[in-house]
């Protein structure tokens, strides 16, 4: 560890280490100083301490190279490093061209036959193509022969249409003529149609009114017939109703005369008013025993209801928290109003407490450490509203009750668990948080409190266990079987110098969330006795309203009895006036409906007009009849008509359908004729575009030469011949698989590309063997020279740490690859201890400031470096070890060959040794020390001539 051009500023003032030196006076200016020298000086301050322990063994060692001062060892290890990678890197490109030739090689192998089959395939192909060539010209000549063939049979239809369409003309004219003839009867025909349908109208709708008029003649003569009957019915009737009014009469005058039992009914109306009072006396009594008796019972209910908390944990659990927490004895009180409030809708959201009650202990064997987290916040309340929390808060002043109401600002419907899995290596058994179950408020507010979820329990005491998982986990505080660990951060050296507080768990936690109060037994014998005294009381009041039901009993009897003689006279009364009423009423109705009959006339008075509307109805049916047959008169001459008229348009439209069947035959004759013309026309057209079209293709496709009028004459004039050898050629080039199109093209490009790499691959061996041989060479100079350094390094580092009681060593840590190349120290401050790799986690912030010390006292023997200068490297330590550094410095630095050491400190221990070759050096600070110094302390008064051509190099810059 070395520096160079090294300032070192102070607010006040400013010292170089020349200065210190050579008594080398300041130049300030009036705010600050500022030195810089440009000879090389090893510098620590305190604060590099925490990074000299977070140095891995691979850094440390580069660290040592550079401190040494002499830089040939650090240069040649990272010439080792860049030279081992580069030849790395050669040995992976060789590699992988080894692997593409051999893969080259074997891929040409594959394509070998391909290769074979490609060339066979290719003169079969040509040949095919010559074949298709006179084969093409083939179908050129069918072509031109079936041309020929099409037009002579155009020609032939077109004079075959004109002879028809000749014939077709001179059958149109008498067809036409008979047709109109056809369509003048057809008309003569339809309307003497019309006539007759017109007649047969007539004569149904005469038919129609003769059968009405039938109908009414019938009618009045049924009604004429049935006078009589009716007559003879009104005057039976009229004597019959008088007979009844008669007898209805005599039976009234004979009825008795209506009882009178007026006085009777007064007397047992009487009877029963007495009888009444009694019984409303005794009611009234067994209302007020009633009344006793509810109360009774709900004082009964009451007293259940208690026993029953007093066996819920839930109830225990409130007692708990009301003794064992100062001021909450009037906590159940207070949870009856928030209960009664709740059911009111007085608050303006959701209000959860005391917190204790609301919490499920999932795991007893953890309720002691969630009691002992959560004790100061099991008698609050937790809601969501400032309103709620203000109303809470007053209540519980007045009511001298100890709790807060905490307001939860986070969404409280949903909470979520962290879980504590992915810790089981470090003994983890489970977060705070996971111990319990409560509604998402209760969770969230003791989250907020707690902070549960960064409370840890663990299975095991093992406190370096603990530490490791608190730094690297980030927990503050673990829960072991036995004690509570706490993670205490330093304020001078961050998380890397926290120290652990270890206390004792609270004997008594856990009574609450794991058990039940003390005092609920005794409440519970008080309530079951008050519940034996209620009980006594109820069967008391029951047994005395069973007596007055006793006395009411025959009261009652007595009463249905009374009621029933009135109801019975009441009844006779009743029906002697009802019988004489129904009787009047029977008479009154008989006299109103003689009365109607009598105002009625007699039903043969009908008898004159009934006669004079059948005479008009006979008239009329005579009238009808002769319409009828007048219609069906006109209507049969009418028929005879029209059936002359239809016989002629039916034989004259025959004729004329025949004439125009003939003329449609020949019209289909010609159609047919149209349609052949023009199918041979197209025919013909075809076989022109198609043999020129064959002709052109063949001409621009399969031009011939002589060459090929040769070849023309080995082969089969035949075309179809000429087609199966094609085919069966095609068959046999298609049997010839060949799976790469560009079979050729890649095997001879392949084959260059072999021939390319076989000479890159040589040399690529003949530079990894150069590089191998320049790596051995640099390793011989570099290797012995660090063991040997490592080796100086380990003997005084181990003294060092022997002289203070303690162990220690350094040894190298060697590889294949040289930058994997390592420096590790191992320490052992305790006897019963082995030997620990120093690392910023298993050692404390003063074991690690020893260490780093002693390190560095072990480099004197082996640095170049004419400086040293330790800046407040004892404040992390502890006076003992301390004391001991000091003594190894003093020692250290005041050997023959050592660079001169500065220690710079606030303060030192007292009673340290001290010897001749130690200067303690005071800085004293002020606006005045420069001017009162400088007549005294002038260059030439401290140096003399002669020293002053040292500092050269030296400048003070004020």
Not at 440 to 450: E, G, I, Q, R, Y
Not at 699 to 720: G, N, S
């Amino acid at each position: 560890m070395h520096a160079v051009n090294t300032s070192m500023r102070r607010t006040a003032s400013v010292w170089s280490v020349a200065a210190l030196l050579f008594g080398l006076s300041l130049e300030p200016e009036p705010s600050t100083l500022v030195l810089s020298c440009t000879l090389p000086v090893q510098f620590l301050p305190q604060d590099k301490v925490v990074e000299f322990a977070r140095m891995d063994q691979y850094e440390l060692l580069v660290a040592t190279e550079k401190a040494i001062g002499d830089a040939s060892l650090f240069e040649t290890h990272q010439k080792l490093i860049a030279q081992r990678n580069t030849a790395k890197d050669k040995e992976a490109v060789l590699k992988t061209a080894e692997r593409k030739h051999e893969q080259l090689v074997q891929e040409n192998q594959r394509l070998e036959r391909d290769y074979e089959r490609h060339n066979k395939k290719k003169k079969l192909q040509d040949r095919i193509e010559v074949m298709k060539k006179k084969a093409k010209w083939m179908r050129v000549k069918e072509a031109d022969d079936l041309r020929k063939e099409t037009e002579a049979a155009e020609k032939q239809a077109e004079d075959a249409l004109k002879q028809a369409k000749q014939e077709a003309r001179a059958d149109e004219r008498p067809a036409h003529r008979r047709k109109e003839e056809a369509d003048n009867a057809k008309r003569t025909a339809s309307e003497l149609q019309l006539k007759v349908r017109k007649h047969e109208q007539e004569a149904s709708a005469a038919a129609d009114k003769i059968s009405e008029l039938e109908a009414e003649v019938r009618k009045q003569r049924q009604e004429l017939n049935g006078l009589q009957a009716e007559s003879d019915k009104w005057t039976k009737t009229k004597e019959t109703y008088r007979t009844k009014v008669e007898n209805l009469k005599k039976n009234l005058a004979q009825l008795p005369p209506i009882p009178d039992h007026s006085a009777r009914i007064a007397e047992i109306g009487e009877q029963m008013q007495s009888v009444r009072e009694q019984i409303n006396h005794l009611e009234g009594e067994k209302g007020e025993l009633a009344n006793s008796i509810h109360a009774a019972k709900m004082e009964i209910n009451r007293l259940q209801a208690q026993l029953r908390e007093c066996d819920s944990a839930k109830y225990q659990r409130l007692q708990s928290l009301r003794h064992k927490q100062k001021g909450m004895l009037s906590l159940e009180d207070a949870l009856n109003w928030v209960n009664q409030m709740k059911q009111q809708g007085r608050f303006r959201g959701p209000v959860a407490g005391p917190l204790g009650l609301d919490m499920k202990v999932k795991m007893p064997s953890c309720a002691k450490y969630l009691e002992q987290a959560t004790f100061g916040q099991l008698c609050n309340f937790a809601v969501q509203h400032k309103e709620d929390a203000d109303t809470l808060s007053d209540k519980f002043k007045e009511m001298a009750l100890r709790a807060n109401a905490i307001t939860i600002t986070d969404n409280a419907s949903q909470y979520t668990t962290n879980s504590t899995a992915h810790m089981r290596d470090y003994g983890v058994v489970c977060s705070l948080d996971e111990v319990y179950d409560a509604p998402p408020l209760v969770k969230h507010c003791l989250a907020n409190m707690c902070n549960l979820g960064n409370v840890l329990v663990v299975n095991h005491d093992d406190t370096d266990r603990v530490k490791q998982l608190m730094d690297e986990q980030r927990v503050r505080q673990v829960y072991t079987p036995q004690r509570i660990v706490n993670f205490i951060a330093s304020a001078y050296g961050g998380r890397e110098d926290a120290s652990l507080s270890i206390s004792g768990l609270n004997a008594a936690a856990g009574q609450i969330l794991g058990g039940g109060a003390a005092d609920v037994e005794e409440r519970k014998t008080e309530l079951q006795s008050q519940h034996s005294r209620a009980q006594g009381r109820l069967q008391e009041l029951e047994q005395q309203a069973a007596a007055i039901d006793a006395q009411v009993q025959p009261l009652d009897q007595q009463l249905q009895e009374l009621q029933a003689e009135r109801q019975q006279l009441g009844q006779e009364v009743q029906q002697a006036h009802r019988q004489r009423s129904t009787m009047q009423s029977q008479i009154k109705k008989g006299l109103d409906y003689i009365a109607r009959l009598e105002s009625q006339p007699d039903p043969m008075s009908k008898a004159p007009r009934l006669q004079q509307q059948l005479a008009k109805a006979l008239d009329a049916h005579y009238k009808c009849l002769c319409k009828q047959l007048k219609a069906t008169e006109d209507q049969w001459q009418a028929l005879e008509q029209h059936a002359a008229a239809d016989l002629t348009s039916r034989e004259l439209d025959m004729q004329a359908k025949a004439m125009a069947a003939a003329i449609a035959a020949r019209r289909s004759t010609v159609n047919s004729l149209e349609l052949a013309l023009r199918t041979a026309q197209q025919v013909a057209k075809n076989a022109r575009d198609s043999h020129k079209r064959l002709k052109e293709e063949a001409t621009h496709e399969y031009a011939l030469t002589a060459d090929d009028k040769e070849l023309f004459q080995k082969m089969p004039d035949d075309r179809e011949e000429l087609d199966e050898m094609i085919q069966g050629m095609e068959a046999e080039v298609a049997g010839i698989s060949v799976n790469n199109p560009r079979v050729v093209e890649e095997y001879r490009k392949r084959q260059q590309e072999i021939q390319k790499l076989e000479a890159e691959l040589q040399t690529l061996r003949n530079m990894l063997e150069t590089a191998k041989a320049q790596i051995e060479s640099l390793k011989a100079s570099w290797q012995p020279e660090l063991e040997r350094v490592v080796g100086l390094i380990n003997d005084s580092f181990s003294t060092n740490f022997a002289q203070i009681g303690c162990a220690g060593e350094v040894l190298l840590g060697k590889s294949e690859d040289y930058d994997k190349f390592s420096i590790q120290i191992k320490v052992k401050f305790r006897e019963n201890e082995q030997l620990e790799m120093l690392t910023a986690h298993r050692q404390s912030g003063g074991e690690r400031s020893v260490s780093t010390i002693l390190y560095l006292i072990a480099l004197q023997g082996v640095t170049v470096t004419p400086f040293r200068v330790v800046d407040e490297i004892n404040q992390g330590m502890d006076p003992i070890n301390e004391r001991k550094v000091f003594m190894q410095l003093v020692d250290a630095s005041c050997q023959e060959g050592t660079p001169q050491c500065f220690l710079l400190t606030p303060k030192l221990l007292p009673d340290l040794p001290f010897t001749e070759d130690i200067t303690v050096l005071n800085i004293f600070n002020g606006g005045l020390i420069a001017e009162q110094a400088a007549g005294q302390y002038s260059r030439e008064a401290l140096f003399g001539t002669k020293n002053l051509a040292a500092l050269q190099g030296v400048r003070v810059v004020g």
